[in-house]
């Protein structure tokens, strides 16, 4: 199965910009769908982009359209988080998951088995 490891979060001023990585430590990631998630103190997780196995559909939430964008790099065995022009509201541990063979995502938890770890990301006003 495979084993996800997030990278990339850090602290941002409200405008900048942060790449997230997931990458897999064991498994090859352009089978999966994967999707990014973020849960912030006190609110469940949710969805905010993903993109399906072998460059399937992709998704993002209406929050963040026009400013994240999701992408894959074979190469690297890694999907990434492109996020501009952060907002405060953006504040939350991001987590990437995984589904075997998902090549249609809709940014839901329950599409997903595998997740990682998380990373922080903090956007100050």
């Known amino acids: 199965q495979v084993q996800l490891v997030e990278s990339g979060g850090g602290l941002v001023q409200a405008g900048g910009s942060l790449t997230l990585s997931c990458a897999a430590s064991r498994g090859t990631l352009d089978r999966y769908g994967i999707g990014w998630f973020r849960q912030a103190p006190g609110k469940e997780r949710e969805g905010v982009s993903c993109i399906g196995s072998y460059d399937g559909s992709t998704y993002y939430a209406d929050s963040v359209k026009g400013r994240f964008t999701i992408s894959r790099d074979n190469a690297k065995n890694t999907v990434y988080l492109q996020m501009n022009s952060l907002k405060p509201e953006d504040t939350a541990v991001y987590y990437c998951?995984?589904?075997?063979?998902?090549?249609?995502?809709?940014?839901?938890?329950?599409?997903?088995?595998?997740w990682g770890q998380g990373t922080q990301v903090t956007v100050s006003s």
């Open positions: 998951a995984a589904d075997y063979l998902r090549d249609y995502c809709s940014g839901y938890v329950y599409e997903y088995d595998t």
